[in-house]
């Protein structure tokens, strides 16, 4: 049966049931838990990072606003941007240059499953990971280190998922040009370090020049990061924030699918 006639199978038949989604699901959250360094990378670095930050620097309780630190303002919003990013930008494009190099979703085009669910899949599993990998920055950051949660959640979890879109966005430009899943980690880190450096990510973005702290505000990294920071200090999120953003998936997507190949 060739990938058009399943196609039109899985058409007429209405498509696979809840049940092969829940069970495609457990299958992508396993082979996630059996990644060793893509589960705990996610994790460790970021919070590793932050108690590094919080214990080299004694002015991490100074108030920028009312009821918001300098931890809060500068450092949680570069942890958040960076378990989003590492998950959307390195983990989820290697996982799919895997299953593409054992063509996988090849074998997938002519079954009632499709290629399309894997990454539907994937997505579902990687964002839940981003969820846990969030909260446990800020349960760190609150027991340890004192740090406020989010004074306007709603706008908080806005901004959240337009941050984890845009990764998203990157992470599919990354997939679709990395031929083996090597190639998608390495593509992935340099995106990674190359947006994040210039989003604050080894620091306050005001200590760079003015040029690349302007190209690292429309950035994804940065512009989530600049977000964040407005919501904490109850100020509008600029709407180059919502724009880059926005952007940054809208583009990301487009490239993806020009250029992505399920073999």
Request: glycine share 10%.
């Amino acid at each position: 049966m060739s990938a058009a006639s399943a196609a039109a199978a899985r058409t007429r038949a209405g498509g696979p049931g809840a049940g092969a989604w829940l069970r495609l699901v457990q299958a992508e959250a396993r082979m996630t838990v059996r990644d060793t360094a893509g589960l705990i990378i996610p994790f460790g670095m970021p919070m590793l990072i932050l108690v590094m930050q919080a214990m080299a620097f004694d002015d991490l309780g100074t108030p920028v606003a009312e009821g918001v630190t300098v931890l809060d303002y500068f450092l949680l919003p570069v942890i958040v941007a960076m378990v989003v990013a590492t998950i959307a930008m390195i983990n989820m494009p290697s996982f799919l240059a895997t299953y593409r190099k054992t063509h996988l979703l090849r074998r997938l085009a002519v079954t009632p499953a499709s290629p399309v669910m894997v990454l539907i899949a994937q997505l579902i599993v990687s964002f839940a990971q981003m969820l846990l990998g969030v909260g446990m920055a800020l349960l760190v950051g609150a027991v340890f280190f004192e740090a406020s949660m989010p004074r306007h959640p709603w706008l908080t979890a806005l901004v959240f998922l337009a941050a984890c879109t845009a990764m998203y966005g990157v992470g599919m430009i990354v997939a679709s040009i990395a031929p083996t899943p090597n190639s998608a980690v390495a593509i992935g880190l340099v995106a990674f370090f190359g947006i994040g450096a210039l989003g604050g990510m080894f620091g306050p973005v005001g200590n760079l020049p003015e040029p690349l702290a302007a190209v690292g505000s429309w950035l994804p990294f940065g512009a989530a990061v600049e977000a964040l920071q407005s919501t904490l200090v109850t100020e509008p999120v600029p709407w180059q924030n919502w724009a880059s953003l926005g952007g940054s998936a809208v583009i990301g997507t487009g490239v993806a699918a020009l250029l992505f190949r399920w073999e």
